[in-house]
């Protein structure tokens, strides 16, 4: 059986990768778990883009290129959030630990921001 081509490309910022290698858990094998959660949904997004259940990727009520990937660890939902950019480009740009039961609006407007802001990096690395 050959090898499949991911139909998108995920990229992480360098906030995200740090958090996943060095501020996601003191304990270095939690950190280890959430990083291969991490990674198993990064792999369906490439491959899937947005078309994966609501158990994986959800899309922000409320705003037009603003999505997550959930992972629960604990009591912890971290939320990695997420835009589409051209090209098949999705930009993971920043992640967020919930610990109550809904985000404040001023922290879901900052991802968003965040996300345009990387994907329009994005964009100019490729020009």
């Not at 990674?39 to 491959?47: G, P, Q, S």
């Not at 660890?73 to 835009?83: C, M, N, S």
């Not at 985000?103 to 996300?115: D, G, H, I, S, T």
């Amino acid at each position: 059986m050959g090898a499949t081509t991911a139909r998108y490309r995920v990229e992480v910022s360098h906030e995200v990768e740090k958090w996943l290698d060095t501020d996601s858990h003191p304990d270095p094998r939690i950190r280890a778990g959430i990083y291969a959660k991490f990674k198993f949904k990064a792999d369906l997004l490439a491959d899937n883009g947005t078309l994966i259940d609501g158990d994986h990727i959800r899309k922000v009520a409320g705003y037009t290129n603003l999505w997550e990937i959930r992972i629960k660890e604990g009591t912890i939902l971290h939320r990695f959030f997420f835009g589409l950019g051209d090209g098949g480009v999705i930009g993971v740009a920043c992640v967020v630990a919930k610990t109550s039961s809904q985000l404040r609006p001023a922290v879901l407007k900052n991802a968003e921001r965040r996300v345009a802001d990387y994907l329009t990096s994005l964009e100019r690395l490729e020009r």
